[in-house]
């Protein structure tokens, strides 16, 4: 189980990824294989893990940031990081960066995917058909998450991408308890996270249950936050009740 810390505008996302495989190879090897996440954070798009290498940032974090502007920026810096990983000297020059005879040292072997998050129809799902090597999808049920997948289907066509070559990454927040009563009392427990941000409610039958059906509808690999943590008592049941069928 490795975990990973995500940074939001208004804070910090914890979530534990479990592993779908292990292969037992050495540490940085796995974290090279995990991902490099790109975070747009006040203008700015950090690479976060021990495989990133470069942090490409605004002249100035106070400039006006809109959103199209900063799905454009995140576009750039892809290309421009993919650029120096692969390149020695790198030149790029986009809109937004621009760099002449940079140079990346030690450049990462193999080179690590990318990971883009997000769901925005228009432009960012854009983004993902054409840069992203891994998709991160915050899950909303079955129908939000197929009407997704067309939409990206749609932008794959559109710029020649492979759908299929895009690794789905899903997110899904979990309230598990042993039994239906015990999932309604934690409910109203203090304590316990908005259950706005928990999109799936159940005992470890229910939760197994909607956890294959992600995995069925094209999910390579599954995040999960607990709606009852610092506790560790939704975290245990479903690594013991869940995990083992996934």
């Given at each position: 189980?490795?975990?990973?810390?995500?940074?939001?505008?208004?804070?910090?996302?914890?979530?534990?990824?479990?592993?779908?495989?292990?292969?037992?190879?050495?540490?940085?090897?796995?974290?090279?294989?995990?991902?490099?996440?790109?975070?747009?954070?006040?203008?700015?798009?950090?690479?976060?893990?021990?495989?990133?290498?470069?942090?490409v940032?605004?002249?100035?974090?106070?400039?006006?940031?809109?959103?199209i502007?900063?799905?454009?920026?995140?576009?750039?810096?892809?290309?421009?990081i993919?650029?120096?990983?692969?390149?020695?000297?790198?030149?790029?020059?986009?809109?937004?960066?621009?760099?002449?005879?940079?140079?990346c040292?030690?450049?990462?072997?193999?080179?690590?995917?990318?990971m883009?998050?997000?769901?925005g129809?228009k432009?960012?799902?854009?983004?993902?058909?054409?840069?992203a090597?891994?998709?991160n999808y915050v899950?909303?049920?079955?129908?939000?998450?197929?009407?997704?997948q067309?939409?990206l289907?749609?932008?794959?066509?559109?710029?020649?991408?492979?759908?299929?070559?895009i690794?789905?990454?899903?997110?899904?927040?979990?309230?598990?308890?042993?039994n239906?009563?015990?999932?309604?009392?934690?409910?109203?427990?203090?304590g316990?996270?908005?259950?706005?941000?928990?999109?799936?409610?159940?005992?470890?039958?229910?939760?197994t249950?909607?956890?294959?059906?992600?995995?069925?509808?094209?999910?390579?690999?599954?995040?999960?936050?607990?709606?009852d943590?610092?506790?560790?008592?939704?975290?245990w049941?479903?690594a013991?009740?869940?995990?083992?069928?996934?």
């Open positions: 189980m490795k975990k990973y810390c995500a940074q939001a505008n208004s804070g910090a996302v914890h979530e534990h990824e479990f592993a779908r495989h292990r292969d037992g190879a050495p540490r940085l090897e796995r974290l090279v294989h995990a991902k490099c996440l790109l975070a747009p954070i006040l203008g700015r798009f950090h690479p976060v893990g021990d495989c990133a290498h470069a942090i940032e605004q002249r100035s974090v106070d400039e006006p940031c809109p959103d502007k900063r799905i454009d920026q995140l576009a750039e810096a892809i290309e421009l993919r650029r120096l990983w692969t390149q020695a000297p790198a030149d790029y020059h986009g809109q937004h960066y621009s760099i002449t005879g940079a140079a040292e030690p450049r990462p072997t193999p080179v690590p995917p990318i883009v998050g997000g769901s129809e432009f960012l799902l854009r983004v993902v058909a054409r840069h090597d891994w998709w899950w909303k049920g079955p129908e939000a998450y197929a009407h997704k067309e939409v289907k749609g932008h794959c066509r559109d710029v020649g991408r492979d759908y299929d070559a690794e789905q990454v899903v997110r899904v927040g979990i309230l598990i308890a042993e239906e009563r015990e999932v309604e009392r934690l409910k109203t427990s203090p316990i996270r908005s259950l706005n941000d928990i999109q799936l409610v159940g005992t470890p039958a229910q939760v249950e909607a956890m294959l059906g992600i995995v069925k509808q094209g999910a390579r690999r599954l995040t999960v936050n607990f709606a943590v610092p506790r560790p008592e939704g975290t049941l479903f013991s009740t869940v995990l083992p069928h996934l």
